[in-house]
């Protein structure tokens, strides 16, 4: 069974990826960006949920800024009511220069939804939107992690903002290398093999 991590391995800024055989509707070959990760518990969005609401619709100031599609993200499913946005930096920009931004690791930050986008504007490569989120309780990552549900795999910054077109899923186990990069063609339902 290839390296799947471990809850130590997790932290902000890292992805959950979703084994081949988690059946969950609501995390089927999802990637999920780590947003906070304490003893308490684990806070992420999921990036490959694209949903068919325009961000327009629902953030309209913010919307010029959305990166394509402009449309809201399915973060995960708890508190979907509640709007998360995730921007990937420029080179040079440092999260903790920017007032309204927290940063999460590297070049990528949260949004204060509250602030004016034109102050942020021109200084992300772009930004994404979510409605709700992932979350885990004390000790319930970790006992999935260890059931081999999630691999822990640290993210790029153009995985926040990927295009939903780009099988983000297959793209992030290919580039690990033998033996998680296997896992990219795996059907998921060994029974269509």
Not at 24 to 30: K, P
Not at 107 to 127: F, K, S
Not at 171 to 189: E, K, M, N, Y
Request: hydrophobic share 40%; glycine share 12%; net charge negative.
């Amino acid at each position: 069974m290839p390296d799947v991590g471990t809850d130590a391995d997790v932290k902000p800024g890292t992805l959950l990826v979703a084994a081949p055989t988690l059946y969950d509707d609501n995390f089927r070959r999802a990637v999920v960006f780590v947003i906070h990760h304490h003893e308490e518990g684990t806070l992420g969005v999921v990036l490959n949920r694209p949903s068919e609401i325009p961000v327009h619709d629902v953030l309209p100031k913010w919307a010029e800024h959305s990166s394509e599609p402009q449309s809201l993200f399915v973060g995960g499913p708890v508190d979907q009511r509640t709007a998360i946005c995730l921007a990937a930096l420029r080179t040079g920009v440092e999260t903790g220069e920017l007032e309204g931004v927290v940063g999460v690791n590297g070049p990528v930050g949260l949004v204060d939804l509250e602030q004016d986008p034109e102050e942020l504007a021109g200084l992300a490569r772009g930004m994404r939107f979510f409605a709700g989120y992932a979350g885990w309780g004390k000790q319930q990552l970790e006992g999935e992690i260890e059931r081999g549900d999630w691999h822990v795999i640290p993210a790029l910054p153009e995985d926040v903002i990927a295009d939903p077109s780009v099988n983000l899923w297959g793209r992030v186990l290919r580039r690990q290398g033998p033996p998680l990069a296997f896992l990219a063609t795996h059907p998921g339902d060994v029974q269509l093999n």
